[in-house]
């Protein structure tokens, strides 16, 4: 439960760190979602009167993204991999940890069975802030997937090959600003910046 202690597990990580190793310190978000060959149908605007048709399939192919988004300064992060488990989420955490190596990266994530695997190798340069059971509103990564999802509706792709083309090309598209605005949340933000950026 050190999400519920924030302001002091910041003070602590601020206070701790080894500042011939890391010059900087961001919070992320970080979570999965999948993505599927089955069409979903949802609203679109049509003219009065005229009902919408939308070619639907019925397929089970699937792919995952795995993103870690930063409300501080809109960096990210996107893997695209078919599945979840606790050594996909390894290679995840060692491959970001690539990205910007002399930044500190704390990333809150969700109580996922394989997010809590005793044996994970963290590295140095990330910690994992865990967000309380049954509480996703607390973790801004989902509102990303609502964004792509929107998106993502009364789409057809043909094989899984397409629909990874598209969703590199959505991921792509998806600026810093852009990203940014949309897990940007005042609660860690105003702690963040107390703490971390003060």
């Given at each position: 439960?050190?999400?519920?202690?924030?302001?002091?597990?910041?003070?602590?990580?601020?206070?701790?760190?080894?500042?011939?190793?890391?010059?900087?310190?961001?919070?992320?978000?970080?979570?999965?979602?999948?993505?599927?060959?089955?069409?979903?149908?949802?609203?679109?605007?049509?003219?009065?009167?005229?009902?919408?048709?939308?070619?639907?399939?019925?397929?089970?192919?699937?792919?995952?993204l795995w993103g870690s988004y930063?409300?501080?300064?809109?960096?990210?992060?996107?893997?695209?991999?078919?599945?979840?488990?606790?050594?996909?989420?390894?290679?995840?955490?060692?491959?970001?940890?690539?990205?910007?190596?002399?930044?500190?990266?704390?990333?809150?994530?969700?109580?996922?069975?394989?997010?809590?695997?005793?044996?994970?190798?963290?590295?140095?340069?990330?910690y994992l802030l865990r967000i309380?059971?049954?509480?996703?509103?607390?973790?801004?990564?989902?509102?990303?997937?609502?964004?792509?999802?929107?998106?993502?509706?009364?789409?057809?792709?043909?094989?899984?090959?397409?629909?990874?083309?598209?969703?590199?090309?959505?991921?792509?598209?998806?600026?810093?600003?852009?990203?940014?605005?949309?897990?940007?949340?005042?609660?860690?933000?105003?702690?963040?910046?107390?703490?971390?950026?003060?």
């Amino acid at each position: 439960m050190s999400f519920l202690k924030l302001p002091n597990t910041l003070t602590d990580l601020r206070n701790s760190l080894n500042k011939d190793k890391f010059d900087t310190i961001n919070l992320y978000f970080q979570d999965e979602a999948r993505f599927g060959l089955k069409t979903i149908v949802g609203y679109c605007l049509s003219a009065i009167g005229v009902r919408p048709k939308v070619n639907y399939q019925h397929k089970f192919a699937n792919t995952y993204l795995w993103g870690s988004y930063s409300p501080i300064n809109g960096d990210c992060f996107v893997w695209e991999i078919n599945g979840v488990d606790s050594h996909i989420f390894e290679m995840y955490l060692k491959e970001f940890s690539k990205q910007n190596p002399r930044e500190f990266k704390i990333v809150v994530i969700d109580n996922a069975g394989f997010h809590a695997s005793q044996n994970l190798e963290i590295p140095e340069n990330i910690y994992l802030l865990r967000i309380p059971p049954y509480s996703p509103e607390l973790n801004p990564c989902e509102q990303i997937w609502q964004y792509i999802k929107q998106r993502f509706k009364n789409k057809q792709f043909e094989n899984i090959e397409l629909l990874k083309k598209w969703l590199y090309q959505m991921v792509y598209d998806m600026d810093a600003n852009l990203s940014k605005s949309i897990v940007s949340n005042h609660h860690y933000n105003d702690i963040f910046n107390k703490i971390i950026l003060k």
